[in-house]
């Protein structure tokens, strides 16, 4: 598997409830220098997305199946992730790279039935702001 599709495949499943670190991968490929930081940011982004966009179809059209043992996200996360929807609207979804919370609520996002364009948009804008940052500090780190 090529460079650019573990960091794919990473961040995607880093947009579960799995304990996968998608910004050691990224970190790791950027000192390595084999890649543009660029190339890694629109990677990492594009695979971070579409694991949201999957948790906001769960969300959408499996809901009903949450109970169950393998729905990836818990009662307890999901009702926190609900109070922060309520309270935040779509808005809370710039949040959704954050640990603990961020998965849930695009789960929620897909409960509530967001519209498509508007989740994409606002998830995209907080996932790809998270690596960037984490570029920016290796890049000003002279790494």
């Known amino acids: 598997m090529s460079e ?27 000192l390595g220098g084999a890649h543009h930081w660029l190339t890694l940011l629109l990677v990492a982004t594009a695979g971070n997305v579409l694991g949201a966009v999957i948790n906001w179809l769960l969300g ?3 809901v009903h199946f949450q109970d169950r043992r393998w729905f990836p996200v818990n009662g307890k996360h999901m009702e926190r992730a609900a109070r922060h929807y309520r309270k935040w609207g779509v808005w809370s979804l710039l949040l959704a790279w954050v640990p603990f919370i961020g998965d849930p609520l695009t789960v929620i996002a ?7 364009r508007v989740f ?12 960037a940052f984490l570029l920016a500090a290796l890049i000003q780190g002279g790494a």
């Open 120 to 131: 994409v948009l606002l998830v995209t804008i907080g996932k790809a702001g998270r690596y």
């Open 4 to 30: 650019l599709m573990l960091l794919f495949a990473t961040a995607l499943v880093a947009a579960t409830l799995l304990p996968v670190q998608s910004e050691l991968v990224l970190a790791g490929l950027y």
């Open 110 to 116: 897909g409960v509530f039935r967001t519209p498509f």
């Open 60 to 62: 959408r059209y499996l």
